[in-house]
């Protein structure tokens, strides 16, 4: 092991962490580690500051390194799949610092959250988190030379439909779309509600086609489904935008090319797919 590991607190707080039920983020630290020219002084400031850009006293960063491993357990029990521990740090310090919409993770018994609507409460996260999120996502499928796609769900005339049955049977109506996106993409894939009535997922090793047949099924889906729904007077249609990002894009860029073919593909008919260029 390099002469910079381990230091106090490597065993107990990263090692014996993550060493075995997270080989990729374990492997992550070890390089941040080893390639910061500061020496071992401040390891977990160091950490902090790489992974989220936060900087923070060594001692205040060991007692947020501690919370951000509590945090991603919670995070996977969650999504039941494994959670970088980048994207879990990033998460968890947003929580801390955003008034806004939250993540819900914690149990009932801690504190109460801001969002309190319902059952598609588990899928928002701290506003601009899904950029985060690409960002990492592109990050790694550049390293490992990958495919990545995303798809945006926007359901069309969800408003109006809203009005028309009352808040609660539409709050009803979102989180059974929400089981049907869930269960139609994979365990693997990063979903997250959107504020408003989008939805947004990340799909790690997928091209353009596979995108494209899973953005299809879902769209099906959630007419089918919401065609059975007694509240509803017709099914809902979504519209959806689909890409594949490049080793070049930006998480940034990517969401302002998608965003904007989907607004224009609901301005012309709405209840399609659409592949931005």
Same mark, same amino acid.
């Given at each position: 092991?390099?002469? $910079?590991?381990? /230091?106090?607190? /490597? ?8 060493? +075995? ?8 630290? $070890? ?9 071992? #002084? ?7 500051? !790489? ?25 996977? $029990? ?13 998460? *968890? ?5 955003? +008034? ?22 588990? /899928?928002? *996260?701290?506003?601009? *988190? ?10 790694? +499928?550049?390293? *490992? !030379? ?25 709050? %009803? ?8 996106? !869930? %269960?139609? #993409?994979?365990?693997?894939? /990063? ?19 596979? #995108? ?25 249609? #979504? ?26 593909? $609901? ?11």
């Amino acid at each position: 092991m390099d002469s $910079k590991l381990p /230091f106090i607190g /490597f065993r107990e707080l990263i090692q014996d962490q993550l060493a +075995a039920s997270d080989q990729r983020s374990f492997l992550l630290i $070890k390089r941040i580690l080893i390639e910061d020219q500061t020496g071992p #002084a401040q390891p977990f400031t160091v950490l902090i500051q !790489k992974l989220t850009g936060k900087v923070l006293s060594n001692s205040e960063a060991i007692i947020r390194w501690k919370q951000i491993l509590e945090h991603k357990l919670s995070m996977q $029990k969650k999504l039941e799949r494994i959670v970088g521990i980048q994207t879990a740090a990033i998460d *968890y310090l947003e929580c801390r610092s955003v +008034a806004g919409t939250l993540f819900r993770i914690s149990s009932r018994h801690h504190e109460p959250r801001v969002v309190q609507s319902g059952e598609t409460d588990e /899928f928002l *996260y701290p506003q601009g *988190y899904h950029l985060e999120k690409l960002k990492e996502e592109l990050l790694r +499928a550049r390293r *490992y !030379k990958h495919a990545l796609s995303v798809i945006m769900v926007d359901l069309d005339n969800f408003h109006t439909i809203n009005e028309s049955i009352g808040g609660k049977n539409g709050e %009803k109506v979102l989180a059974i779309i929400v089981r049907i996106i !869930k %269960k139609t #993409a994979r365990s693997v894939d /990063f979903f997250c509600r959107l504020p408003g009535d989008r939805f947004f997922l990340i799909l790690p090793n997928t091209n353009l086609r596979e #995108a494209k047949e899973l953005a299809e099924r879902i769209k099906v889906r959630i007419h089918q489904r919401t065609g059975r729904l007694s509240m509803l007077p017709q099914s809902v249609t #979504a519209t959806l935008s689909i890409g594949q990002c490049s080793h070049t894009d930006s998480s940034i860029e990517f969401i302002r090319r998608i965003e904007r073919v989907l607004h224009e593909e $609901k301005l012309r008919n709405g209840n399609t797919v659409v592949s931005i260029c």
